[in-house]
Structure formats: C-alpha cells, structure tokens
C-alpha cells in the first residue's frame, strides 16, 4: 500500500503544520489497472502495425512500377521531360506516386508512435512516474519533430502534383500554381522544418516560445499564403486576361 503526505499550515492561520494523506487506489483496495492498460497500448500498437502492412500490402502495384521504372524516352540523348519542373515524365508516372505513398506511410507511422507512447506517459504518471523528465521530452519531442518533416516534405511532393493540377483552363501547372501556389509550398516547407527543429530543441530546453511562434507564422502562412494568395492571383491577375496569362501553360499541356 502506497500512502502520499503533503504538509500545509494548520487551520485558522495557526502556523503548526499538519499532515493530509491521500489515500492511493491501491492503499483503499482498489486495484492496480496499470499493467491491464499496457497491455491494451500495446495490443493498440500491434493492430496499428498490422493495419498499416494491410494497406501497404493494397499499394503492391505502386511500389512494383517503382521498382521497374525505367525513362519514358527511348532516346537517352532525347529525354521526354515536363517543361515545367524539367523532370522525365516517368518520375511523375512512378516515382511520385510512390513518393506519396512513403510520405503518408511515415505520417501515418509516427503520428500512431506518438500517440502509443504520449498514453504510455500517461499511464506511468498515474502510478506516479516523472513523466516530465528530459528523456521523456526528448522522445514526444523528436516523434513530433519528424512528423513535421514529414509534413514539409509533402508539402513538396504537393508542388510537384500541380502537374495533374485542374486550377486552370487546361490540366497542369497554371498561371497560378506557378506564380502562388509554388511560392507557398516552399514557405510552408521552410516553416514546417523551423518549427521541427524548435519542436526538438525545446525539448532539451524547455523554450517553447520559439516554437509557438513558428506555429502561430505556419498557420498564419497556411490562411494567407496558401490560400488567400493564390485566390487573389487568380481573381486579380488571370481573370481579367485569362488567355494571355495561360497561354503558356495551355501550351505545355498540348
């Protein structure tokens, strides 16, 4: 049986201390659920890791075609190459795709470990671990750090998907994806990777300031930049000489 003092002043102000018991679940009879709740986390983080070999499994014939991928040119002298990114059109046919398959695999991975081990945390500190000790912030810190990574690399891989982009009068990269929307998808990155570093380094430290205010300038550049922007390059400079502004990009897509 586990008992936990504390020791205040007495009543009325009188200064002569005494002491309170609190009466911990298993000194009142009650019994111990930590090692039950374990169990459930980890039968939890088994069936994440069967779900996600389930449905890596279903994507088979994406990481087949990456694995055989070869140039869409026959002519190694004469590349077949988007004219936008300058890149063979065969990366967009096989190695995008898998690319995003990685990306959300990881994603999904390391958001369900940070969710295993913030309840395994939680589970410790009811039965009166430190659940605050650096070792446990360095290891919510860097799980979280490397999904934001995660999240900067995809905002990469969504610029290159502008290839199969419908935002303007022919299928591909528009006035506006080229002039907005890749600007904004490079700011994100940037701003995803600061607030993955601050994320970890304020683990160690216990600074969170700097993390917050990437935070606050992420979800202020996500509104504005990845959003507002684009709309008001679209409404205020492609439509009223769409043609003109497209004309280019329309002939990339023939």
Do not use: C
């Amino acid at each position: 049986f586990r008992r936990v003092l504390f020791r205040s002043q007495g009543p009325y102000g009188t200064g002569r201390p005494y002491r309170v018991v609190r009466e911990e679940p298993a000194a009142i009879g009650l019994p111990d659920l930590g090692p039950l709740a374990m169990l459930a986390i980890g039968g939890l983080a088994l069936a994440i890791a069967v779900g996600a070999g389930g449905a890596l499994a279903g994507q088979w014939e994406t990481i087949l075609l990456w694995l055989n991928r070869v140039p869409f040119g026959t002519d190694p002298a004469s590349p077949v190459v988007d004219p936008v990114f300058g890149r063979d059109i065969a990366w967009f046919l096989f190695e995008l795709p898998f690319l995003r398959l990685a990306q959300g695999t990881v994603n999904g991975l390391v958001l369900a470990s940070l969710f295993v081990a913030a309840m395994g945390y939680l589970v410790a500190a009811t039965r009166g671990r430190d659940v605050l000790a650096t070792p446990v912030r360095v290891h919510l810190g860097v799980l979280a750090g490397m999904f934001l990574l995660s999240t900067a690399f995809g905002y990469q891989l969504d610029k290159y998907e502008l290839a199969y982009s419908a935002n303007g009068v022919a299928t591909g990269v528009s006035f506006t994806d080229a002039n907005a929307r890749f600007f904004a998808y490079d700011l994100l990155t940037v701003v995803s990777g600061l607030a993955a570093a601050f994320l970890v380094g304020g683990a160690f430290t216990r600074w969170l300031w700097p993390l917050g205010a990437t935070m606050v300038v992420w979800l202020l550049a996500s509104f504005f930049v990845g959003t507002l922007y684009p709309a008001a390059v679209q409404r205020f400079t492609v439509e009223p000489n769409k043609f003109a502004q497209e004309e280019r990009f329309i002939g990339n897509n023939i």
